[in-house]
């Protein structure tokens, strides 16, 4: 995502393998919201998301955008601090299904952006590591 050279702040998640967890959904759930805790926590008031566990750990790309989406419009009416969550979509398919689910929602805060758009919103919005988003 070309982060810049010395970010801000990087909170670091690691979601579910798809195929050897028996609660994949539960737990990458649980990754956006830690994310958004530790966010908050440290009054940081932008977040950007990868497809978090769409890659190599093998999770169906609309079942975790549909995860993301949610959790994030939960978070934004929980914690009006938070003023923009971005979507880094890494492809034109990723990009499509987060523009398919962010079309219904009435959340204009919500940013969609393929790599090289976000790469420009990064490293405006982001940037020292601060906190584990990580499932337990």
Known sequence: FRLPPAPRYVIRTVGPVYYSETRPAELLAE????CVQVAVDNDIRSL?????????????ALDAAEIAVRQVQFSLLTHPS?????????????FEIYKKLLSSRMFSV?????????AEDLRKNIGATIGEGAAH
Do not use: H, M, Q
């Open 31 to 34: 990754c956006y919201r830690n």
């Open 82 to 94: 938070l003023e923009r969550v971005i979507f880094c979509c890494i492809d034109e398919p990723i």
């Open 110 to 118: 919500i940013c969609c952006s393929i790599r090289p758009d976000a």
């Open 48 to 60: 950007a998301f990868p497809a978090i566990s769409t890659g190599v750990y093998g999770y169906p």
